[in-house]
């Protein structure tokens, strides 16, 4: 079975400081992979996804950056934190059209970021 | 761009009646799909119900049950005999079919069951 492994749970932060979530897919090969971040009044908003490694495609411009090193390891990243990026990250995959769990997305544990 | 909107930041329903949520998105593709996602307060993402844009039928799950309208770009979620386990967040999603497959969600309805 495919199962998604998301880290660190929480993670609070100083302002300036780097930040690295990690997220990994088992169970499945060349997974779509997204990075959402879910703020106060402002939903679920889609910040990277990707379709393949090293393809990297951002929804937000921000001081955050995405990078997919391996075929199922997503990593999500900045140089210097802003207190704006505090929120709930959620790491998803999705399937691709001939394999399985090809329809819709499915989610990480999330990572609680506060940034102080 | 693909958006997803809902237009009720929260609702609240006494147990055991119907409730509707409502949302409405803008595309000008042809083919898609559609889902209602609940996240409860572990905040974990469970896919409540899915509909693929070129059937006409509406799908249903158990209590869960929506009304596709797609020449109105509608899709709401009514849930049935409502239980205290229905109150989350609940967000609508949208998915293109087109190599990007990007996932695009609304701002999400909370919703309350009032004992």
């Known amino acids: 079975s495919q199962t998604i492994h998301q880290w660190p749970a929480t993670l609070v932060q100083p302002v300036g400081s780097p930040l690295s979530l990690e997220c990994t897919v088992e169970?499945?090969?060349?997974?779509?992979l997204y990075w959402y971040r879910q703020a106060a009044g402002r939903g679920l908003q889609l910040l990277f996804y990707?379709?393949?490694?090293g393809q990297i495609s951002s929804e937000v411009p921000q001081n955050l950056s995405a990078s997919r090193p391996q075929d199922r390891q997503f990593i999500l990243s900045s140089k210097k934190l802003l207190l704006s990026d505090s929120g709930f990250y959620l790491c998803?995959?999705?399937?691709?059209?001939w394999g399985i769990g090809n329809t819709e997305a499915f989610f990480g544990q999330g990572t609680r970021l506060t940034v102080v | 761009a693909q958006t997803v909107t809902q237009s009720q930041p929260e609702m609240s329903v006494q147990e055991a009646e119907t409730v509707t949520l409502s949302c409405t998105y803008d595309?000008?593709?042809?083919?898609?799909?559609l889902f209602w996602y609940k996240q409860p307060p572990s905040r974990q993402m469970i896919l409540v119900i899915r509909?693929?844009?070129?059937?006409?039928q509406n799908a249903t799950e158990n209590r869960f049950s929506v009304n596709f309208q797609k020449a109105a770009k509608s899709f709401s979620l009514k849930i049935s005999d409502s239980q205290l386990g229905d109150a989350a967040m609940y967000f609508c999603?949208?998915?293109?079919?087109?190599?990007?497959?990007?996932?695009?969600f609304g701002k999400g309805t909370r919703l309350h069951i009032l004992p």
């Open positions: 998803a995959w999705k399937g691709v059209p």
């Open positions: 595309t000008s593709e042809s083919d898609y799909y």
């Open positions: 509909q693929e844009a070129y059937k006409q």
């Open positions: 999603a949208y998915r293109n079919l087109n190599r990007d497959d990007k996932i695009i």
């Open positions: 169970g499945t090969s060349n997974p779509n």
């Open positions: 990707s379709v393949g490694i």
